[in-house]
């Protein structure tokens, strides 16, 4: 075994995936997570912990792993983490714990990810499940959003004794992991449902169908419904349009709206369901979610363009995902900006008008800032186009909420580094905070916002 690289993973081919929505990673076996866990250098100073925005001992799972002792390892994640086979698939590791390995200096980092991930599959397929407290400690707090977020909070305070319920305002508990990420990437039933149970079975009630701001307000649920504290985690669900000619066309998407239709309408299971099938699809954005709108199009059986300003070593996207993505055939218009998306008589798109790009000096972000380039402009012929430019937060709550202060992002207000808000008893956190992140950003701010909570009542809280 050649210690500098890490023991490769099975997938689908990318021909065979590309015609349907079955996940692409196919997982380690016992055999290869020992094998991969024999990596580890089981640091005296772990910067993978440090790494983590959820803080899992990552050296010690893996040691267990090591040892062939899953279900010891599985006990050890789910002390800090209440979603695991989901962060095991679609957290951005590279950047973060796999990105600060020792291993990765020399060599390719400990795929801590994947490690994760057989450890939890192990558990959900032999029945393992995080431990639910013996007793409750009197106090009711409400959680609004079953997401990422909504969830972890809501887990960790069940496992400290709270009653806690959460509102999720569609019809299945989730958030994004549900309605966002395609199937190929998280299977919903199998994991993201499992999961969920996981959390409820920590003594979590989910009441669905409930919208905050419409269906019951937070100054109802506190002073009316008994709640002493609430955390929002609500995501951040309103899109962002160009605002360029043409937006309003027929065959124009939100990537919100491409991918919740796909995912809440089961096109993943049935390519009949009534849902759009563009022929040629153009993808406007360079992130996780252009990627998966993209690669989901493409399933759905459309010649896919993903047009973004910047170059390839610009996109904001994991590498996996770019590069799953160019295997299947998406076709990368780089250094290209729309500037008109054209229509035909009955207001259909046809077409779109894009200009080309170069790069110039470093913006805010330190990414180069791309310039457009006079006289540059041409069309591509298309039928749609899926707007995948980031979200914000809907503004439903925080205006029917007395006290409650946004910013002028539209972003809830955070006072400190435990989610606490302008109105006392509540707390905030992941993409109702920041804007739209990541699903593991989300997680550590739930994580946050309940050791804040648990403050909040009085606890002495490391």
């Not at 939890?120 to 977020?149: L, M, Q």
């Not at 269906?215 to 962002?240: C, H, Q, W, Y």
């Not at 295997?327 to 009955?346: A, K, M, R």
């Not at 002028?408 to 920041?434: L, Q, W």
């Amino acid at each position: 075994m050649d210690m500098m690289k890490r023991t490769p993973i099975a997938e689908q081919d990318p021909k065979v995936r590309a015609t349907n929505f079955d996940e692409v990673c196919l997982g380690y076996t016992e055999d290869e997570a020992v094998e991969e866990a024999g990596r580890c250098l089981n640091c005296k100073n772990p910067r993978c912990v440090g790494g983590c925005p959820v803080s899992i001992n990552i050296p010690a799972f893996i040691q267990e792993v090591k040892n062939r002792n899953f279900e010891k390892a599985y006990e050890i994640i789910s002390e800090s983490s209440a979603l695991p086979a989901v962060c095991g698939r679609v957290c951005p590791q590279e950047s973060q714990c796999e990105g600060v390995c020792v291993r990765g200096i020399k060599g390719e980092a400990v795929a801590i990810g994947k490690l994760e991930r057989f450890v939890a599959d192990w558990a959900r397929k032999n029945g393992i499940k995080p431990k639910a407290p013996e007793t409750k400690n009197g106090h009711k707090v409400a959680v609004i959003g079953a997401g990422p977020s909504g969830l972890t909070c809501a887990g960790d305070l069940a496992k400290a004794g709270y009653d806690v319920t959460i509102f999720e305002a569609l019809h299945k508990a989730g958030g994004v992991l549900v309605y966002g990420i395609p199937e190929f990437r998280l299977p919903k039933d199998e994991v993201v449902a499992k999961e969920v149970e996981n959390v409820k079975g920590l003594g979590v009630k989910i009441d669905t169908d409930v919208i905050v701001g419409k269906s019951v307000t937070i100054d109802e649920l506190m002073n009316e419904k008994g709640f002493e504290a609430v955390f929002i985690g609500s995501g951040a669900g309103l899109p962002r349009f160009m605002g360029i000619p043409g937006e309003q066309a027929n065959g124009v998407f939100s990537a919100n709206e491409y991918l919740t239709r796909n995912n809440l309408m089961k096109a993943y299971k049935d390519l009949d369901t009534p849902i759009h099938h563009g022929k040629k699809v153009v993808v406007v954005g360079g992130g996780n979610v252009a990627m998966d709108s993209a690669r989901t199009a493409l399933r759905l059986g459309a010649e896919v363009h993903i047009v973004y300003r910047r170059s390839m070593a610009e996109l904001p996207a994991r590498k996996e995902e770019v590069h799953h993505a160019e295997e299947e055939g998406i076709i990368f218009d780089l250094l290209q900006n729309p500037v008109e998306i054209l229509t035909n008589e009955d207001g259909d798109v046809c077409g779109i008008k894009l200009i080309r790009m170069e790069l110039g000096e470093p913006d805010a972000s330190g990414r180069r800032r791309p310039v457009e380039i006079p006289g540059s402009e041409y069309d591509i012929d298309c039928d749609t186009v899926i707007m995948a430019l980031g979200t914000s937060p809907n503004p439903l709550i925080s205006s029917t909420t007395e006290g409650l202060e946004t910013n002028k992002r539209g972003c809830i207000v955070s006072e400190d580094d435990f989610g606490a808000t302008t109105k006392k008893g509540v707390y905030a956190g992941g993409d109702a905070v920041t804007g739209a992140a990541t699903v593991i950003l989300a997680m550590g701010a739930g994580k946050a916002a309940a050791k804040g909570i648990r403050k909040y009542f009085g606890e002495d809280v490391a």
